[in-house]
Structures are given as C-alpha cells and as structure tokens.
C-alpha cells in the first residue's frame, strides 16, 4: 500500500505544478524530436535552419499537448482522492482511465473507451511496476540475516 505523500503541494496547486512539468517535458522532447527529424527532412545545406524552423513550429504543439494530459490527469488524481479518501495505486489508474477517456472522447464513444481502457492499463502497470521495485529495494521488509557463530564479532 502506498503511503501519502506529504512533500507534495496541496491539491490545487500540485494540478499547476504537474500541468507546468509536463508541457517542459513535452517542449524539449518535443524540441530534440522535431529538430532532428526537421534535420533530415531539409536539404542538405539548409540542414540547420529546417531543424529550427521545424522545432519551433512543433515543439510547442507537443509541450501543449503533454500539459494537457499532465494537468487533467492531475485533476481527476485530485478529485479522486477527495471523493475516496484514500491514496493508493487505484487513484492513478482511475485517473489515467479517466483522462484517456475524456481526451478522446471528441472520436466518439467507441474511441473514448479503447483509450480509457488503454491508458488505465498503462497507468497499471506503471504503477504496478512501482510497488514492485518498492518492495524489492526495501530493506525493512527483509527479515535480518543471522551470521553463522564463526562470522560473528564476539570473541569466544
């Protein structure tokens, strides 16, 4: 079970703090990406100028684009801890369930429910990724290991 995190922001300013990481997250990605595909894609002596052109025309879109799912995935997180009162794993694939639904909903229902489905499952495994390497890199859950009589440091 996951234990609160108390470091983070409360809930209306970690929906900011989130939308903010994840549109620079998206806007450098999105700058490295498109720059080098902007790169290949020009002629070769104007190699450098259709990597910035192509970079600045795009970058932006997918910086927008990640802080939209990066902010409303935090909002949903965030009403779905108040509505449950409790945090755990369930919030973030509800969350993520939640936002792939909504972010596709404009291609119909049918649409709308394969992304939920999809992104639930992603956030799934993230998370259960998550607590298994939590639970293998925790030392308190291992039961102390006894030295055999020879190895200990007590003289006899």
């Given at each position: 079970?996951?234990?609160?995190?108390?470091?983070?922001?409360?809930?209306?300013?970690?929906?900011?703090?989130?939308?903010?990481?994840?549109?620079?997250?998206?806007?450098?990605?999105?700058?490295?990406?498109?720059?080098?595909?902007?790169?290949?894609?020009?002629?070769?002596?104007?190699?450098?100028?259709g990597?910035?052109?192509?970079?600045?025309?795009?970058?932006?879109?997918?910086?927008?684009?990640?802080?939209v799912w990066?902010?409303?995935?935090?909002?949903?997180?965030?009403?779905?801890?108040?509505?449950?009162?409790?945090?755990?794993?369930?919030?973030?694939?509800?969350?993520?369930?939640?936002?792939?639904?909504?972010l596709?909903?404009?291609?119909?229902?049918?649409?709308?429910?394969?992304?939920?489905?999809?992104?639930?499952i992603?956030?799934?495994?993230?998370?259960?990724?998550?607590?298994?390497?939590?639970?293998?890199f925790?030392?308190?859950?291992?039961?102390?290991?006894?030295?055999?009589?020879s190895?200990?440091?007590?003289?006899?």
């Amino acid at each position: 079970m996951a234990h609160a995190d108390h470091t983070r922001d409360p809930c209306p300013w970690v929906i900011l703090n989130d939308f903010g990481g994840a549109f620079s997250m998206g806007a450098v990605g999105g700058a490295i990406w498109y720059s080098i595909k902007g790169a290949r894609n020009a002629p070769r002596g104007d190699r450098f100028v259709g990597a910035i052109s192509s970079m600045k025309a795009r970058a932006p879109v997918t910086g927008g684009n990640f802080g939209v799912w990066g902010g409303m995935f935090s909002t949903f997180d965030c009403a779905i801890k108040d509505i449950r009162q409790k945090e755990d794993a369930w919030n973030a694939i509800l969350s993520g369930f939640m936002t792939g639904g909504c972010l596709a909903l404009r291609s119909g229902p049918r649409s709308a429910l394969g992304s939920a489905v999809a992104c639930g499952i992603l956030l799934g495994v993230f998370e259960g990724v998550g607590v298994l390497l939590s639970r293998a890199f925790s030392e308190g859950q291992r039961p102390p290991v006894a030295l055999p009589p020879s190895m200990s440091s007590s003289p006899p």
